[in-house]
């Protein structure tokens, strides 16, 4: 089983940055995806980033350019560096650890995103 948790979610002004970190707790051997989703009211939620083990990236055209997504393999945390917000970005942001095994399909308990025009 895996825990995750999401903190660095706030309130920011258009055209400042945020960095949300996810820490993983459990055994995360059989986990060969990492990634970032966003659900905003009234829409389905997205997928925002994604890292492979291999360090492959994956963007969703909206934030290409301007978020980027780490990891830091030694202390166990996603990482996501929010640059040049727009409103459109305010959503509640989840972590998403995903695995070769049937039940490797993990998230956090998300983190609010809120960027004020």
């Known amino acids: 089983q895996v825990q995750l948790v999401e903190s660095g979610g706030g309130l920011v002004q258009a055209g400042g940055s945020l960095r949300l970190s996810c820490a993983a707790s459990?055994?995360?051997?059989?986990?060969?995806?990492m990634g970032w989703y966003r659900q905003a009211p009234g829409k389905q939620r997205e997928m925002v980033a994604r890292?492979?083990?291999?360090?492959?990236?994956d963007y969703a055209d909206s934030v290409k350019g301007r978020f980027a997504i780490s990891r830091d393999n030694a202390k166990r945390t996603l990482y996501l560096q929010m640059n040049n917000l727009k409103s459109e970005d305010t959503a509640v942001y989840y972590c998403?650890?995903?695995?070769?095994?049937?039940?490797?399909?993990?998230w956090g308990q998300g983190t609010q995103v809120t960027v004020s025009s």
């Open positions: 998403n650890f995903f695995g070769w095994r049937s039940t490797d399909n993990y």
């Open positions: 459990g055994s995360i051997f059989s986990i060969n995806v």
């Open positions: 890292i492979t083990s291999g360090d492959d990236t």
